[in-house]
């Protein structure tokens, strides 16, 4: 044997290498194609999955109370400090003005440390008008007189902030509030306002109220 049909063999050896066959070649196609359909069904099938778990919670979740104010109890207010309905009712029973609520408040529930605090907040002033022309003295403004006042647009941010500190020191201290501060949707309309859901207004009109004070958990009165 000659030196060259010696290594013919491997030489040649390329020749008996073999490729995929064509049914192969089918198969291979299709397993890939089957791979990425099964990834398609699968990432659907959670993202689906996903929908429903979080539609479901949406619809389970607890619901923002509608609580319409005095038609929710069946405590009787006249039993508990109240200021009437006039200012003469209101000062013979020895309710204070407070600014902050504009309204007459009784003692029982009246806090004039708080209110001072938030009165003495730099550009604080009431108008007697819609178009701000006409500042309101403070005597006048104090005297509960005016059925009423037009104060400055924050007034209203202010005035959510300071019946919540109301809120928040009647539930350490075991105290009353009053009915401005106590309903729900007081703080719900707050709540909105401090989100800007309800558009600020220069012309903020406050209407003089007569308050009365309000135990915290009343809905449990009989």
């Known amino acids: 044997m000659s030196k060259s049909d010696q290594y013919s063999v491997i030489e040649d050896a390329s020749n008996f290498i073999v490729g995929p066959s064509s049914q192969e070649k089918k198969h291979s196609k299709s397993g890939k194609i089957w791979q990425g359909t099964s990834f398609v069904l699968a990432f659907s099938l959670s993202l689906l999955v996903l929908m429903l778990v979080t539609s479901t919670a949406f619809l389970l979740r607890p619901q923002d109370p509608k609580i319409d104010a005095k038609d929710a109890f069946t405590a009787d207010f006249s039993l508990f400090p109240n200021c009437g309905s006039s200012v003469a009712e209101a000062k013979s029973g020895g309710c204070k003005f407070d600014p902050m609520v504009n309204g007459w408040t009784p003692q029982e529930c009246f806090n004039g440390e708080l209110s001072e605090e938030f009165m003495a907040l730099p550009n604080y002033t009431w108008y007697y008008d819609a178009d701000h022309a006409k500042p309101i003295p403070a005597d006048d403004l104090y005297s509960g007189e005016l059925a009423i006042t037009y104060p400055e647009p924050f007034h209203h941010d202010r005035h959510c902030l300071y019946t919540w500190r109301k809120l928040h020191l009647a539930t350490m201290l075991g105290t009353m509030v009053d009915s401005d501060t106590f309903w729900y949707n007081h703080s719900a309309h707050c709540t909105s306002y401090l989100l ?17 004070c309000l135990p915290l958990g009343l809905n449990q009165v009989q």
Not at 201 to 212: G, N, P, V
Request: aromatic share 6%; hydrophobic share 45%.
């Open 196 to 212: 800007r859901l309800i558009p600020l207004q220069k012309a903020a009109e406050s209407h003089r109220a007569f308050l009365t």
